[in-house]
């Protein structure tokens, strides 16, 4: 009856304990990143008017890999000139995103600058401690979160594992009684 035990009810209440931890660990790895976008941090970050100048779209060539004939793709980057004020200064800025971004499509990119027409107002997100370094959105839709999904999929299934050996254990220990 140990046997049956150790193999029926402690190795799964092992490894859902271990799924349990390895997504817990992955989430608070995930919310460690969240608020970073490349090297820039954004959570603390202030919020300003601005006014958008104009937008146009920055057109980059760049080689698929290393060889001399490997193909030339071109991606492009949208680009918002904007004006705002923190403090009395007044301050010019022409990221959308705040690590930059110029891996888009032409529609893609072309699709985001559409959102700041000319001599419209956006929202501006600048850094307090340096309110030169500033951007229109807080982090690049190319930002994946599989990190989370992955995480909480994890701690689903562990306590899922857990619970259900749980409750088989009293089920068969009822039963054997």
């Known amino acids: 009856m140990s046997n049956i035990f150790a193999l029926a009810f402690v190795l799964p209440i092992v490894l859902g304990t271990l799924?349990?931890?390895?997504?817990?660990?992955?989430?608070?790895?995930?919310?460690?990143?969240?608020?970073?976008?490349?090297?820039?941090?954004?959570?603390?970050?202030?919020?300003?008017?601005?006014?958008?100048?104009?937008?146009?779209l920055g057109e980059h060539e760049t080689r698929q890999g290393d060889k001399p004939d490997a193909p030339i793709v071109k991606t492009f980057e949208p680009v918002v000139e904007y004006v705002y004020s923190v403090?009395?200064?007044?301050?010019?800025?022409?990221?959308?995103?705040?690590?930059?971004?110029?891996?888009?499509?032409?529609?893609?990119?072309?699709?985001i600058i559409d959102r700041y027409p000319a001599n419209s107002y956006a929202p501006v997100r600048y850094d307090p401690q340096n309110p030169a370094v500033s951007s229109l959105e807080s982090h690049s839709p190319h930002e994946t979160h599989y990190l989370l999904v992955v995480a909480q999929s994890l701690l689903l299934l562990g306590i899922g594992v857990c619970c259900f050996t749980f409750f088989m254990m009293i089920i068969l220990v009822g039963r054997i009684q």
């Open 87 to 111: 403090g009395g200064s007044e301050y010019h800025g022409s990221k959308v995103f705040p690590a930059g971004d110029s891996d888009f499509g032409q529609a893609e990119a072309q699709a």
């Open 19 to 56: 799924i349990l931890a390895t997504g817990g660990v992955l989430w608070l790895v995930n919310s460690r990143r969240s608020n970073r976008v490349g090297q820039v941090e954004t959570k603390d970050w202030s919020t300003t008017g601005g006014k958008v100048m104009g937008s146009h």
